[in-house]
């Protein structure tokens, strides 16, 4: 697979993932039974899967095992769908569409969806902590960032920074701080997650790894920000334009948008740069970069 085209890895990746997925979610005929159906539901038959793709591609750097990265991969994931979950709430987002789907709360209820949220984010830790992913000081640190990424100073930071900032307006750095920690951490946390559940890098060459992987969170939300305004509802799979209509900060309502789409060539140019440490091995980041900064969806 490692040497396989970027257009079959995809595929092969998401596939290896979501089969994974499906068999650690537990069953819908386990009680409680409508939690875990919700689980399944939110988590399964949708998605790019970009976070898990960026555990195997920074898995390759460090030899890493694929039964090890598809154990990564899946704790990253079930981080992002929680965070899904919780972001359509009405208290939140307030979104009725997820991936092409009705989201959560609309298929099922708000305190379902919330305890959805809840449980997909311990699955994920009890994910990490029982798979044999190498040295204990090793795997206590691969946990430690995962919780960094996901709590306050990271992912959960940046919503409430993005809930503070509707209507009002952002300066680029301002903009910039709120989505590496939203959006980016996250992303950051899946490149170095991978990189660590294979053999170690050195000094250098995590740097580069750690600047790449900022620099490919930020050009992930840069792209979604001029997708919100560019794509359809349909091609998305959520609704569009929503980011606008909610007078929410986003990259084209601070630069426009042809200045966002050259600067999202400039995010891709500069990960690209800081993979240069690497040579060839880095060809799947850079090819994950290619798609992070062209895809239509």
């Known amino acids: 697979m490692s040497n396989s085209p970027f257009a079959e890895w995809m595929p092969a990746v998401q596939g290896l993932v979501e089969a994974a997925l499906a068999r650690h979610l537990p069953g819908a005929d386990c009680i409680p039974s409508r939690l875990h159906e919700a689980m399944r539901y939110a988590t399964l038959g949708g998605g790019k899967r970009v976070r898990p793709l960026l555990v195997f591609a920074a898995g390759e750097l460090t030899g890493a095992a694929p039964e090890k990265l598809v154990i990564v991969g899946c704790a990253v994931e079930l981080i992002h769908a929680y965070s899904l979950v919780h972001d359509d709430l009405p208290c939140m987002d307030d979104d009725v569409l997820r991936r092409g789907r ?4 609309i298929e099922y209820d708000e305190p379902t ?3 959805v949220g809840d449980s ?19 795997q206590l640190e691969m946990l430690a960032l995962l919780a960094h990424a996901s709590g306050s ?3 959960a930071g940046g919503q409430a920074i993005d809930l503070a900032s509707v209507g009002k307006p952002l300066e680029q750095p301002e903009l910039e701080l709120m989505h590496a920690l939203k959006t980016g951490a996250l992303i950051r946390a899946a490149v170095l997650l991978g990189a660590l559940a294979g053999q170690p890098l050195t000094t250098e060459q995590r740097s580069q790894l750690d600047r790449f992987a900022k620099r490919a969170g930020l050009l992930f939300q840069v792209v979604d920000d001029i997708l919100d305004c560019t794509a359809s509802t349909a091609t998305l799979g959520k609704t569009a334009g929503k980011d606008e209509a ?8 601070l630069l426009g948008l042809e200045a966002a789409r050259t600067y999202a060539e400039e995010l891709r140019a500069d990960a690209l740069a800081a993979l240069a440490v690497f040579g060839e091995k880095a060809g799947r980041l850079t090819q994950l970069a290619d798609f992070i900064c062209h895809r239509q969806f």
Not at 102 to 105: R, V
Not at 246 to 253: E, G, I
């Open 102 to 105: 009705p989201t959560c709360h």
């Open 113 to 115: 969806a919330l305890l």
């Open 120 to 138: 997909l984010q311990t699955l994920a830790f009890e994910l990490l902590a029982g798979a044999e992913l190498g040295e204990p000081a090793r």
């Open 153 to 155: 100073r990271g992912m």
């Open 246 to 253: 909610a007078d929410k900060p986003t990259y084209v309502a």
